[in-house]
């Protein structure tokens, strides 16, 4: 029961972290935006909707795409996320006011890549179902064998490209978030590990077992 209860706090409080991260990004968009959010705001252009709204549904097709690759049925926290994370957003970027100057819009922006990373690897080590495009980055690195901070920023030039195909906005931000979400995220991948761990007790010996 406390190991549940630690886990799954683990895991939405990671959520909240994210969706925070990606409405600060949003706010400081003069400088870009992430690559998702690149891709999410070039399909609300072409077709409407908020980003919120193209990030559950883009998150739906990548959830079906990596169950298929990864041959299992994803986990509960899987569609928890995917359902979750968008409204988030959505929500944060209605909260927060507009940053009125350039130097508040690079300290959203700089502040959103650090909350992203943080919130990704802090739910993600509660075991519970990575998110629609973390599951696809896990797929990447389980059928290439790459690191974890190589398939993702594989990954985020990818979706960026397309997504600035559809019109979404690129900056120089963009090309930084797509090089600074892998390391962030495998060091709070790492930390938050090894976090929960000493909160539920358990012996180093006992975590390489795991």
Do not use: C
């Amino acid at each position: 029961m406390r190991e549940n209860l630690l886990r799954w706090s683990f895991f939405l409080i990671g959520l909240i972290i994210l969706g925070l991260g990606v409405a600060l990004t949003i706010k400081g968009q003069r400088f870009g935006v992430g690559s998702w959010d690149v891709l999410h705001i070039g399909l609300s252009k072409q077709f409407g909707l908020t980003i919120g709204s193209w990030s559950i549904i883009a998150g739906l097709v990548i959830v079906i795409i990596s169950a298929l690759g990864m041959r299992e049925f994803p986990k509960i926290g899987t569609f928890i996320n995917m359902a979750t994370v968008g409204l988030f957003i959505d929500f944060f970027n209605w909260i927060i006011p507009d940053p009125t100057t350039l130097q508040w819009q690079l300290s959203a922006f700089i502040l959103g890549i650090a909350f992203m990373g943080i919130g990704g690897g802090v739910y993600i080590a509660a075991e519970l179902g990575a998110g629609p495009r973390d599951s696809l980055m896990l797929l990447i690195v389980s059928k290439t064998k790459l690191s974890i901070q190589v398939a993702r920023t594989f990954m985020e030039v990818t979706v960026a490209v397309i997504g600035y195909f559809l019109g979404g906005p690129i900056g120089v931000g963009t090309v930084f978030m797509a090089l600074a979400l892998g390391p962030i995220m495998q060091v709070a991948i790492s930390q938050s590990v090894k976090t929960l761990h000493l909160a539920l007790g358990i012996e180093p010996e006992e975590r390489s077992a795991r």
